[in-house]
């Protein structure tokens, strides 16, 4: 499958583009007027000329209606020096109200017309949706990335930050091919699920991740999962007493205890 390259407006630059035209990679860059004047400057031009194809359309529910206008001029060189030559596309969104809450312009070297303005938009966009909810997830889902930070003399808050990252990789690659984990983010936020494997692990020792997975998904797997014993300053247990976790009750394994003297 072909990848195509979504980018902010930092990279709408001849140093970027190029490379991606020389390796044959499609994009669709954000292309801001602050940074693009000459591009700009001849996307007003032609539109004076009548050289631009308009259109709208809309989407959604008759009560959250939004409702789409957007603009398509081609070509336009990318810099004052007129090398790189690409479509400009500019987009409008409105509420029920009429309002506009969202504009954006992008520069891409597809194809493009009224029966896929839509897409190449999407894809525009979605570069906000790729950068934005690691972000959020890493912030307000149970890593707490922010409070990782200020740790230490030298590297230990990046240290924590790479080992933040590799555990968030780590989950997307379950959550993408481990039904135990599916079927634990089913019935978990991400943050409760965290505090629950926590819980957890305080109480018995597992040989893998699928007993905890088990257990926390509604399976009863006391057979792979040993019991601990209090750390300091918890309260003992009563042998063979359940533990009640994510509303399972988990009975610890007895353990073989061999007399020393």
Known sequence: MKAIVSADDLYAHEPFVQPLKENRLPFVLVAKPDSHRELFQWVEMLETRGASEHGDGHEGPACRRRSFEYRIVRPVPLTAQCTTWVTFVEVWERNKAGRVVYHNSFVTDLEVDRDNVSVVVAIGRSKWKIENEP??????????????????????????YLLNRLAFVAHAILEMGDRLYQQCRAQ????ELWNALRTLMNRVLAHSFGGPAAVLSGRRCAQSISRLGPGRGQHQRPSGEPVHIGGVSLTPAKEEREDRH
Do not use: A, D, I, P
Request: net charge neutral; no cysteine.
């Open 135 to 160: 972000f959020n997830v890493h912030k307000n889902h149970g890593y707490e990335l922010e409070h990782n930070y200020g740790h230490g003399q030298q590297s230990l808050s990046m240290v924590f």
């Open 188 to 191: 978990e936020s991400r943050r």
